[in-house]
């Protein structure tokens, strides 16, 4: 780290040379953050009894309960009227039948085809299967699709605005292609059949006629008769030399109310206790699978819940002992992250304290474990580091200048990057905070061979390493908790929608 870039860092935050000297009380309250209470936490959490916490289960609601008690014991306080819950209205959809059927060929759902859409019919629609590949002006000047099921090619591309297209011009349904090859789309399929028996989770919306179903590209090449090869050329500019199929389709649905909270702590302060400071991670994971194996969620997101209760735990011990933050801090784990940032899409849309009065979200998923880029490295002591510049320019500096003064670890921006292919940033709860221009920052291991796998288990965790991404939060918490003024918002939202 270049300390010519810390000092001016420092100079335009208000700090003076001398102030990269550590403060012995955070270094004090940092200490009490360790890899045995750490492994304590996530050895109950991501056991197997907890069958991978799977949003609105019993385990789920286990789970809350556990955070909850311990917020309680350690004398934050609930605050939703006394509470240490926010209910989240989720339901669960179940599609109990979905048929399909072009030419004389039934296809099996989660194995010939995935239903990803909405309906409910009372009674079989039949119409055509007509091909029109890439989902482009010029594609749809050249195929009616009105009244049609439409076959569209999306391999590599956003599906969702390609299907709005075509439905937009009248299609009935679509039939998409977004993989290539068998392997990809079978471990899709077996994601849709460990979710046929419980439903898909989300919020209660009025039931549009939306049928889409996925299939892999062999399977559309099947289903028009013509190879793949050819069929992808066509795709480009000529899709109407591909012959439509008869076809015939049902689609129906049943709802159902789900249980589902988001758990907070919350830590009053002094006399900057308006302001509140939000931690955040989720406590959700995928369950169990649909042969029964468990998804333990060690990583994905134990690590961040538990990193999120022994920070919690260092900032009441400071409180205790005469130490309370000037800012309050929320200690805010979500449910149904995995099932589309929905614990925080709810808290941000419905918050228990004013989003103005939100400084800043410190978001933390999945922090237990080493990636791909540095399985070799010879210096494994990093974090990624996502979102924290967008909105402010204080936050990144803030905490680089905790991580020098502090804990030295490699912090990598590899995925802060706005066209990332990965689209980290888009894929945990800081997002449902920044779209209110709430500056934020998220801390990332990086994926790995156990990465949403039912090997994610609490005995890969790197629990030194661990305890070491949780003490530069920490401290990057207390400095953002403590500070005169809050951090500038005086940047610009340059990521919308997801």
Excluded: C
């Amino acid at each position: 780290m270049n300390k010519r870039f810390l000092l001016t860092s420092a100079l335009a935050l208000g700090l003076s040379w001398g102030t990269f000297a550590q403060n012995p009380l955070q270094v004090k309250y940092a200490n009490t953050i360790t890899a045995d209470d750490l492994k304590e936490y996530l050895t109950f959490l991501a056991s197997d009894e907890m069958r991978g916490r799977d949003t609105g289960s019993p385990e789920g609601l286990i789970a809350a309960n556990y955070l909850a008690d311990f917020y309680k014991e350690l004398g934050l306080t609930g605050p939703v009227d006394g509470s240490y819950f926010q209910q989240v209205p989720l339901v669960s959809s179940k599609f109990d039948k979905v048929t399909l059927q072009i030419g004389k060929a039934k296809l099996v759902e989660n194995e010939d085809f995935v239903f990803t859409g909405d309906g409910d019919m009372k009674k079989v629609a039949k119409t055509d299967l007509v091909f029109l590949g890439l989902a482009n002006d010029e594609n749809l000047a050249k195929v009616d699709v009105t009244g049609k099921l439409v076959g569209i090619w999306a391999v590599g591309e956003r599906s969702n605005g390609l299907i709005n297209k075509v439905m937009d011009a009248g299609a009935a349904g679509v039939v998409i292609v977004s993989m290539e090859g068998q392997a990809n789309f079978d471990r899709i399929a077996n994601r849709y059949k460990s979710l046929a028996g419980r439903g898909r989770i989300g919020f209660e919306r009025e039931i549009s006629q939306r049928p889409v179903f996925m299939v892999n590209s062999d399977k559309m090449g099947e289903l028009f008769g013509t190879p793949v090869e050819e069929l992808k050329e066509a795709a480009k500019s000529n899709p109407e030399s591909i012959k439509s199929q008869k076809a015939s389709y049902l689609v129906q649905k049943s709802v159902t109310p789900v249980e589902a909270y988001n758990v907070m702590g919350f830590l009053e302060g002094t006399d900057k206790k308006d302001e509140v400071l939000v931690i955040s991670s989720h406590y959700d994971h995928v369950g169990v699978s649909s042969t029964g194996e468990i998804f333990n969620g060690a990583d994905d997101d134990g690590s961040g819940t538990v990193s999120v209760m022994e920070i919690a735990q260092a900032f009441a011990t400071a409180a205790k002992e005469g130490h309370r933050p000037r800012r309050s801090i929320l200690f805010l784990n979500v449910t149904g992250e995995e099932k589309g940032l929905l614990g925080s899409q709810y808290y941000s849309e419905n918050p228990i304290f004013p989003i103005a009065n939100t400084v800043n979200n410190i978001n933390i998923d999945m922090v237990g474990r080493i990636d791909y880029e540095y399985q070799d490295a010879e210096n494994k002591d990093y974090v990624y580091v996502i979102g924290s510049e967008m909105l402010s320019t204080d936050l990144k500096k803030i905490n680089e200048y905790n991580n020098i003064t502090y804990t030295d670890l490699i912090l990598d921006y590899r995925y802060d990057a706005e066209d990332d292919p990965n689209r980290f940033y888009y894929r945990s709860d800081h997002y449902n905070f920044a779209k209110f221009d709430i500056p934020v920052i998220f801390f990332f291991n990086g994926v790995h061979d156990d990465y949403h796998q039912v090997t994610d288990t609490v005995d890969k965790i790197e629990f030194p390493l661990m305890t070491k991404r949780a003490h530069l939060i920490f401290h990057t918490a207390w400095d953002l908790a403590n500070r005169e003024k809050r951090t500038r918002v005086d940047g610009t939202n340059t990521r919308g929608e997801r």
